[in-house]
């Protein structure tokens, strides 16, 4: 095996937890939810949108923020959380670099 396809192998490794975080449907709609309201929204607000209750809404924003995909902004009293997809994103388009030039590669 290749140092390149042992490095594009290392990169699926790592991008693993964030196509993880995305393969939830709840989680793509509070991305997409964030996406559309750019100073953020509190929690209540996401659960209002998306059908959930509070607890679930607020364990998806858990993940999505550990996994960098969003951020809290403390605004008086409550949390707002914003899309920050950025560092994310990176690493995705990284790896689908990665992979076409692996698949560009002649045999």
Same mark, same amino acid.
């Not at 997409?32 to 949108?49: D, E």
């Not at 998306?50 to 605004?75: D, M, T």
């Given at each position: 095996?290749?140092?390149?396809?042992? &490095?594009?192998?290392?990169?699926?490794?790592?991008?693993?937890?964030?196509? =993880?975080?995305?393969?939830?449907?709840?989680?793509?709609?509070?991305?997409?939810?964030?996406?559309? &309201?750019?100073?953020?929204?509190?929690?209540?607000?996401?659960?209002?949108?998306?059908?959930?209750?509070?607890?679930? $809404?607020?364990? &998806?924003?858990?993940?999505?923020?550990?996994?960098?995909?969003?951020?809290?902004?403390?605004?008086? $009293?409550?949390?707002?959380? $914003?899309?920050?997809?950025?560092?994310?994103?990176?690493?995705?388009?990284?790896?689908?670099?990665?992979?076409? $030039? =692996?698949?560009?590669?002649?045999?």
């Amino acid at each position: 095996m290749s140092k390149q396809t042992e &490095h594009v192998l290392q990169q699926f490794k790592e991008c693993i937890p964030l196509l =993880e975080v995305l393969t939830d449907e709840n989680r793509q709609a509070i991305i997409m939810l964030l996406a559309q &309201h750019k100073s953020g929204l509190n929690v209540n607000t996401i659960a209002s949108y998306i059908n959930l209750s509070r607890p679930a $809404v607020s364990h &998806h924003l858990k993940v999505l923020k550990q996994s960098g995909f969003i951020k809290s902004e403390k605004k008086s $009293v409550e949390n707002y959380y $914003v899309l920050t997809v950025r560092k994310p994103l990176e690493q995705l388009k990284s790896l689908i670099a990665a992979v076409e $030039v =692996e698949c560009s590669r002649p045999q």
